[in-house]
């Protein structure tokens, strides 16, 4: 699959909220580098397959419900996020996933376009460790059909988030 040239407004294929949260964050050079797809790239193996990257070097950005308050988890593309590790790192009695019209309110974006930071509210953000074993990872950048490079580090950074180790480990 190709990419094409970026052509909002912005001179960017990321959602504008998520345009201004990389110019709020003096970060306006990612702008260049947003990749834009003609098919979505929801999912991480969608996104991986068209950028031609592992499936790893793709950041998930899941919202889950901690005793009903929304909280960001970074995951590899190649992993799962294990709620109960999840659970014991907040504290939470209980941890479900977030509803779709939840993470769109609470994000401003839709399931498959949220990206790890520049979100309508903010909340805790929990990163996991598997991320920094890429120099680059994938994430999206507000929409389906938009991702964006950056080194892991510079990621969990500007998401605010805590390194964890929540992802499940299969037997």
């Known amino acids: ?43 991480a193996a969608e996104a991986a397959a ?15 419900a901690a005793d009903g308050v929304p909280v960001l ?21 209980k941890v479900t996933r977030a509803s779709a019209d939840v993470v769109r309110e609470f994000t401003g974006y839709a399931i498959g376009g949220v990206p790890p930071f520049g979100h309508r509210h903010t909340t805790r953000v929990l990163a996991d460790r598997s991320l920094l074993a890429h120099d680059v990872v994938w994430a999206a950048a507000g929409n389906p059909h938009a991702v964006f490079p ?3 580090k510079e990621l969990v950074a ?7 180790d929540v992802r499940e480990h299969t037997s």
């Open 50 to 64: 068209a950028i031609g990257c592992e499936l790893s070097q793709i950041c998930k950005s899941l919202i889950f």
């Open 73 to 93: 988890v970074l995951m590899d593309g190649a992993s799962r996020v294990d709620v109960e590790l999840v659970r014991e790192e907040l504290g939470a009695e």
């Open 150 to 152: 950056m080194e892991p």
């Open 1 to 43: 699959m190709t990419t094409t040239a970026a052509t909002d407004a912005e001179g960017s294929g990321a959602h504008p909220l998520f345009a201004a949260a990389l110019d709020e964050r003096g970060l306006g050079e990612l702008h260049a580098r947003v990749r834009r797809f003609p098919d979505a790239t929801r999912t």
């Open 158 to 164: 500007q998401a605010g988030a805590s390194l964890v």
